[in-house]
């Protein structure tokens, strides 16, 4: 694996904006050694308990997403993207049963894949979040091992979430699942499975979504503020679901809802309060998965409620395996194939992003701030072109946010 000049501290990944949360820092070198701190924003970053080791900051270095994003080599089946990643089919469908499709995000592709997983056997249970019922704002992780584990977990987490605190116990315990998480997600659980044989022998799918970055929590609670609801009188959150692209709404112990659309929620770009290390992810699409589920809608945004379709990309033979037997069993169906230029309409902000980072990347190092290792070539094909006009606003646009502090923390 590609490193940086020198082993790097946990100060020095969360003071440099770089830790996402995910929780298997904490998982891997264990309780006494990293807790975490619940943050106003909502991301759990972890604190260390006691000074680490070498040995201890090294395992940090190489399983944290925040630091090295690889992409494997692509399966025998599969040709390679430099935009897209590994591809074996690009498809278009939902999940049959009409309830999944209704209640979970989009066409409840990734529910449905989760359901049939259970229901034929292939792993014991699916690890993946559910919300809080406590802080309905926020995610807890979940091994479901019934269908209705799976749909009271479905629909989408909008803020930051933590689902690998609970993987050193999953693989301790020596049963197969499959794994639902954010593209981070899954690059930290493939830079564990590189010191640790126990994943791929254990983690027999790794189910993703097309990822638009996670928001700091002050994005739901003036939400909320607008609704006169405080969080602690919340008793539910929906996010998205009930519908594509469904309401995000708050129902309060005492009877009362507020709701907006997706569409006025996400209208406004400067109001989403990305993460910083979102802002530099150089793979939000999945590259590492087995399959990736997105959004569908044509020009990257819907224009109103309809019933609900995902696109799928199949990455790898595993993946291929699994939609074909999903089909069979008529827990998913299937009505267009696409290629790539589908994948472009429909997730424009995706290929500005992936066109972008090499440049977003140039300033950082340009001003002596850490960015992830990306073990990706795809970069430098789609990169904008040094010199360009693209690539220059990219880049002032990351000295911008250097500027403003973005990616410093306490």
Request: charged share 25%.
């Amino acid at each position: 694996m590609t490193k940086h000049d020198q082993l790097l501290s946990l100060e020095d990944i969360i003071g440099n904006g770089l830790c996402m949360g995910c929780g298997i820092c904490r998982s891997v070198l264990g309780p006494d050694v990293l807790t975490h701190s619940d943050e106003a924003d909502g991301l759990e970053r972890p604190r260390e308990i006691r000074p680490m080791s070498q040995g201890e900051t090294a395992t940090l270095n190489a399983i944290c997403p925040g630091l090295h994003v690889s992409v494997p080599e692509p399966d025998d089946e599969a040709s390679s993207d430099p935009m897209w990643g590994n591809i074996i089919r690009i498809t278009h469908g939902y999940a049959s049963d009409p309830e999944v499709r209704f209640r979970a995000a989009t066409g409840g592709a990734t529910t449905a894949l989760a359901l049939h997983i259970l229901e034929s056997g292939k792993a014991d249970y699916i690890l993946h979040l559910v919300a809080d019922p406590d802080r309905p704002f926020m995610s807890k992780t979940q091994r479901s091992y019934t269908a209705q584990d799976v749909i009271n977990a479905s629909g989408s987490r909008y803020a930051a979430t933590a689902p690998l605190t609970d993987i050193s116990a999953a693989l301790d315990d020596g049963r197969p699942f499959a794994f639902v998480g954010k593209p981070c997600d899954i690059t930290a659980l493939n830079n564990l499975a590189r010191i640790d044989d126990r994943v791929d022998a254990l983690c027999r799918y790794k189910l993703t979504i097309v990822c638009g970055g996670f928001s700091e929590l002050s994005k739901f609670t003036e939400l909320l503020a607008d609704w006169d609801m405080r969080e602690k009188d919340v008793s539910r959150f929906s996010y998205r679901g009930y519908g594509c692209p469904g309401p995000t709404f708050a129902e309060t112990k005492d009877g009362r809802r507020g709701e907006t659309t997706y569409r006025d929620l996400w209208a406004e770009a400067s109001a989403w309060r990305s993460f910083y290390r979102c802002k530099i992810c150089p793979d939000a699409i999945g590259l590492s998965a087995d399959i990736a589920a997105l959004d569908v809608w044509p020009g990257g945004a819907p224009v109103g409620e309809d019933e609900g379709w995902n696109g799928f990309i199949i990455r790898t033979t595993a993946g291929r395996e699994l939609i074909d037997d999903a089909l069979a069993a008529g827990a998913i169906t299937f009505d267009a194939e696409h290629d790539t230029a589908m994948l472009d309409d429909c997730q424009p902000h995706q290929v500005r992003k992936r066109r972008a980072i090499r440049a977003r990347y140039a300033a950082l190092a340009e001003a002596g701030v850490l960015h992830p290792i990306t073990e990706d070539g795809g970069l430098d094909t789609v990169a904008y072109e040094p010199g360009s006009e693209q690539y220059d606003w990219e880049q002032a646009g990351t000295r911008m946010r250097l500027e403003r502090g973005d990616h410093l923390r306490d």
